[in-house]
C-alpha cells in the first residue's frame, strides 16, 4: 500500500519542559505583628476573635490602665470588681430568672461596695458622681455620652470620660440594645477579671499591724533558739516549727501600714532588714501601700494636700447643687431623680467619713445643722449664713439650735473659716 508524503510544513512539536518550582512566602507586617499581638492578650477561648473584640478589649485595658493612676488603692479593687459585675447583667445569654436575679444584686453589692469607700483623691470624687448619676437613670449600665449633669470639664474627669466612652462603644457594637453579644460582653470584661486577679491578697480579718509584725518576730525568736540538731533528733516537730514561721511570715506580708513608720518596718520585715530580694507579690503590696500613702498626703504634684479635701470637695458640690435647684420649680421627674441621687452621695461622703481638720468639722456640722432643722430657712446655713433669711430665722429658732449654730462660728472664728466662702 502506498503511503502519502509527510507533508514539509508540518513542525515537530518541541518537547515539554516542566515549569520552575516556586514557593510563595507570607511575611507579616506591622499591622499583622501588632493584631496577632492583640490577639496573643485574649484568652484561649477567644483566640479568634473578631476586630470588634479586639477593640473593646484594648479599650478596657486602656481603662484600667488609667484608673490604676488615678483612684486610691480602696476605690481602685471596689471600681474593677463593679465594672465586672454591671457588664454581666448585660450579656445576652439565656439564663433562668433567679440567675438573672442573682447578678443583677451582685451589681447593686458591687456598686454600694464602691460609694462605701470614702473618696481620696479627685478621680474618686468624680467616679463616684458618674456612677450615681448613671445610677439614676434606672437602666443598668448605660453611657451618659457627656450628657451627665455634673460638671464635665471640671478637673479629675479623663477617667470617666474615658470609661464613658468604653461603654458607649461597648453598646454601639450591640446596636446600641440593652444587651451585648457573649463575645463582646467576654471581651470587655477579660481585662477586668485579669486585673482583679493581680490584686494583691488583703490582709487577714482581725490581724492588724502591729500584732501581725510582732506575730512574725515571735515566731522567729521561737525557731532560732531550738537546738541545732533539732532538725535531726525532732525530724516531724522542726517541720512543725518551720510551717509555724512561714504561716507568720506570710500574715505579717499582708499587714496595712497606716504611716511611713510602719510602711519601712513592713519593708525590713519583706526583705530581712535588707538581706534578701523582695518578692514579686510583696513589692506589689509595697506600691499599693506608697500609693495610697502618698495620696493621703500629697497632691499628685508632691505639694501639701489638705486632709479632709473629700469632705470639702462633697460639701461644695452639696452646696452648688443646692444653689442652683433653690427655688426651681420645673424639674421632670427624671431630673429630681438624678438631683437627689447627687446629694445622696455628696452627704454620704460628709457624714460617713471621719473629719480630721476644723474645716471638715464645720462642713459636716453645717449639714447636721440645716438637716436637723428641717426649716426653708436652715437651708442656707450650706449656701450662705450671712443673707438676712438665715439671721431671721436663727432668732426664731430655740435656744440649743442658736447654740450649736453660735458653736459652728465660734468654731470658723478659731480656724480662720469664712463661712461665706466655698471651703466650709
Given at each position: 500500500m502506498a503511503t502519502l508524503p509527510i507533508d514539509p510544513t508540518f513542525a515537530r512539536q518541541a518537547p515539554y519542559?516542566?515549569?520552575?518550582?516556586?514557593?510563595?512566602?507570607?511575611?507579616?507586617?506591622?499591622?499583622?505583628?501588632?493584631?496577632?499581638?492583640?490577639?496573643?492578650?485574649?484568652?484561649?477561648?477567644?483566640?479568634?476573635?473578631?476586630?470588634?473584640?479586639?477593640?473593646?478589649?484594648?479599650?478596657?485595658?486602656?481603662?484600667?490602665?488609667?484608673?490604676?493612676?488615678?483612684?486610691?488603692?480602696?476605690?481602685?479593687?471596689?471600681?474593677?470588681?463593679?465594672?465586672?459585675?454591671?457588664?454581666?447583667?448585660?450579656?445576652?445569654?439565656?439564663?433562668?430568672?433567679?440567675?438573672?436575679?442573682?447578678?443583677?444584686?451582685?451589681?447593686?453589692?458591687?456598686?454600694?461596695?464602691?460609694?462605701?469607700?470614702?473618696?481620696?483623691?479627685?478621680?474618686?470624687?468624680?467616679?463616684?458622681?458618674?456612677l450615681a448619676e448613671v445610677e439614676a437613670k434606672r437602666e443598668g449600665l448605660i453611657s451618659l455620652d457627656g450628657n451627665g449633669s455634673f460638671n464635665w470639664s471640671a478637673d479629675n474627669v479623663e477617667l470617666v470620660r474615658k470609661l464613658d466612652a468604653f461603654v458607649d462603644k461597648a453598646f454601639d457594637l450591640g446596636d446600641n440594645s440593652c444587651c451585648l453579644s457573649v463575645p463582646i460582653c467576654n471581651a470587655a470584661r477579660?481585662?477586668?477579671?485579669?486585673?482583679?486577679?493581680?490584686?494583691?491578697?488583703?490582709?487577714?480579718?482581725?490581724?492588724?499591724?502591729?500584732?501581725?509584725?510582732?506575730?512574725?518576730?515571735?515566731?522567729?525568736?521561737?525557731?532560732?533558739?531550738?537546738?541545732?540538731?533539732?532538725?535531726?533528733?525532732?525530724?516531724?516537730?522542726?517541720?512543725?516549727?518551720?510551717?509555724?514561721?512561714?504561716?507568720?511570715?506570710?500574715?505579717?506580708?499582708?499587714?496595712?501600714?497606716?504611716?511611713?513608720?510602719?510602711?519601712?518596718?513592713?519593708l525590713d520585715h519583706m526583705s530581712c532588714k535588707g538581706q534578701m530580694f523582695v518578692t514579686k507579690e510583696n513589692a506589689a503590696r509595697l506600691r499599693c501601700h506608697a500609693d495610697r500613702l502618698l495620696s493621703v498626703a500629697t497632691n499628685g504634684d508632691g505639694s501639701f494636700m489638705q486632709a479632709d479635701q473629700n469632705i470639702l470637695a462633697a460639701f461644695n458640690g452639696l452646696r452648688r447643687e443646692m444653689r442652683e435647684s433653690y427655688d426651681r420649680d420645673d424639674m421632670t421627674p427624671a431630673e429630681e431623680d438624678t438631683y437627689f441621687a447627687r446629694l445622696n452621695a455628696y452627704e454620704h461622703t460628709l457624714t460617713e467619713t471621719r473629719a480630721t481638720t476644723i474645716e471638715g468639722v464645720i462642713a459636716k456640722m453645717r449639714l447636721a445643722f440645716g438637716r436637723l432643722n428641717q426649716a426653708a430657712w436652715s437651708d442656707h446655713a450650706l449656701m450662705d449664713p450671712a443673707i438676712a433669711e438665715f439671721r431671721e430665722g436663727l432668732q426664731t429658732a430655740d435656744p440649743f439650735e442658736r447654740m450649736a449654730w453660735g458653736a459652728i462660728e465660734d468654731l470658723a472664728r478659731i480656724g480662720g473659716v469664712n463661712l461665706s466662702e466655698a471651703r466650709a
Open positions: 519542559t516542566s515549569k520552575p518550582n516556586i514557593r510563595v512566602v507570607f511575611l507579616p507586617g506591622p499591622a499583622q505583628t501588632a493584631m496577632a499581638g492583640e490577639l496573643a492578650k485574649l484568652p484561649a477561648e477567644t483566640q479568634e476573635a473578631t476586630l470588634e473584640e479586639l477593640e473593646i478589649a484594648a479599650l478596657a485595658r486602656d481603662v484600667i490602665a488609667l484608673a490604676k493612676t488615678r483612684l486610691s488603692t480602696a476605690i481602685y479593687p471596689a471600681f474593677l470588681r463593679w465594672a465586672d459585675a454591671a457588664f454581666l447583667c448585660h450579656i445576652s445569654d439565656d439564663i433562668p430568672d433567679e440567675e438573672n436575679e442573682r447578678r443583677l444584686a451582685a451589681a447593686d453589692e458591687a456598686l454600694n461596695a464602691v460609694h462605701a469607700v470614702s473618696s481620696v483623691t479627685g478621680s474618686d470624687y468624680t467616679l463616684k458622681t458618674y477579660q481585662p477586668f477579671l485579669d486585673a482583679i486577679a493581680e490584686l494583691p491578697e488583703p490582709a487577714p480579718v482581725g490581724s492588724d499591724f502591729r500584732s501581725a509584725l510582732d506575730g512574725s518576730h515571735l515566731a522567729n525568736q521561737r525557731f532560732n533558739s531550738l537546738p541545732k540538731d533539732y532538725e535531726d533528733t525532732h525530724p516531724a516537730e522542726y517541720e512543725i516549727e518551720a510551717d509555724l514561721v512561714c504561716d507568720a511570715s506570710e500574715i505579717a506580708d499582708k499587714a496595712v501600714p497606716t504611716s511611713w513608720t510602719e510602711y519601712l518596718e513592713l
